[in-house]
Every structure is written in C-alpha cells, then in structure tokens.
C-alpha cells in the first residue's frame, strides 16, 4: 500500500496557482519524494523530484517542509493542460493520487 | 514521447490465448518495470529488472512471465488469463533500480481486455 496521504480531488481556475499537498508521515531519511502525474489515456509522466530542499524545474515547484513530513506541489499558472491525476510518492508505491480539474 | 515505447496500445484475449506485450526504451536506462493499472485501483508494481535481472516480483500469479533480454527490452508474456486480469499495463524505465533518486519514465500502456 501507499505510504503517501493526498486529498481526492482539487479544483482550480486557468492561470491560477495551483497547490497541491501530499503528507509523507513514513518517510525514511533516504527516501526521495517524487511527483507524477497521468493525463487521461496517457501512462503517468514525471515531474518533479527532491530531497530535503525545494526544487523548481520548466513544469512546476516543490516545496518539502523542513521534518519531511510534507511536500506541496505548486503549479504556478494552471492550464486546461494540467488537468490529471497528481502522485506524490516516496518508496515507488503510487496511491490513489489528486485528480486537479482546471476551470476556464 | 517519453522514449519509452509499448506495442500492442489495445489487446482484446481470449482466457486460454496466449499473447505478449513488448516494453522498448529508447533512454539508455538500466532498469525495467512493468506496473498494473486497474479501474479505480492505484498503480501496481508487478515487476522491476535492473541490469537484465529480475530483482522484484511483487507475488504476481504465474500466468504473467516478464522477460528481459537487454535493458532496452522487457516483455510481459500472458497466457490462461481471467477477466479480472484485464487493465491497462505500464512498463516504465529508470537509470537504475533501487537509486530512490532516479526518476521513471512510462510508457503510454497497453489496454487488455480478457474475454
């Protein structure tokens, strides 16, 4: 089973920020926290990794809270695009994910 | 384009056919994997091969064989299938297996369906 802890569904309006939380209450001083994300009829697609400090990449920010415990993925200006289903993850076991709807 | 390719996207199976999905990587990646995505159920890892040699296999029943002849190709061999067998499968690659660093990159899938 998932050892991440996501909400079910968010909803945003285009070119809003998006921010989307994932607790990591097991996670081990190691372990990496991935997100991916699947877009409909589509295999999930990596987009952002790190460790301990916030990283910022072309698709989006990640923001891990100093003990571990959390991480938010910030999408800074959401698109109709970026509707999907969000995974955070920090042992390779996908849960059920955040499925972001994004309103014109 | 991921560079990670699935061949066949859509497979309709009988329960006493045998068939096989092909996995290709065009990445230079040392890892393979092939996950399991049911409706309503989270991503299953079945299986991960690193460097050619299985190094999980996630009590997967026996009517699934993988098979990987070189780091650029992982098949999933399927015969006597049921109907809750039917998914959408995932092959993914990274550089390597168990580097929590590495990042995956998937395939687009292939649907089954067993009838």
């Known amino acids: 089973d998932a050892k991440t802890t996501q909400p079910n569904s968010m909803e945003s309006n285009e070119e809003e920020p998006v921010h989307l939380p994932c607790n990591h209450s097991?996670?081990?001083?190691?372990?990496?926290i991935h997100w991916y994300r699947q877009l409909p009829s589509q295999g999930p697609e990596y987009v952002i990794h790190g460790l301990t400090s916030n990283v910022n990449n072309r698709m989006a920010s990640l923001a891990i809270a100093e003990d571990r415990k959390s991480s938010t993925l910030i999408l800074h200006r959401a698109t109709l695009r970026d509707a999907a289903v969000y995974y955070c993850i920090d042992d390779m076991r996908f849960g059920a994910g955040t499925r972001l709807t994004v309103k014109p | 384009e991921t560079g990670v390719t699935q061949t066949p996207r859509h497979l309709v199976m009988g329960m006493t056919n045998k068939k096989s999905l092909k996995c290709e990587q065009h990445l230079g990646h040392n890892a393979m994997y092939w996950y399991k995505q049911s409706a309503k159920k989270p991503l299953e890892l079945m299986f991960v091969y690193n460097f050619k040699e299985q190094t999980e296999n996630n009590s997967v029943p026996s009517r699934f064989s993988p098979e990987c002849p070189n780091s650029s190709h992982l098949f999933l061999h399927l015969h006597t299938l049921q109907p809750e067998d039917s998914a959408l499968y995932l092959c993914?690659?990274?550089?390597?297996?168990?580097?929590?660093?590495?990042?995956?990159?998937f395939g687009p899938g292939t649907r089954l369906t067993v009838t």
């Open positions: 993914a690659s990274s550089r390597e297996a168990g580097r929590p660093s590495y990042e995956q990159y």
């Open positions: 097991t996670i081990s001083g190691t372990d990496y």
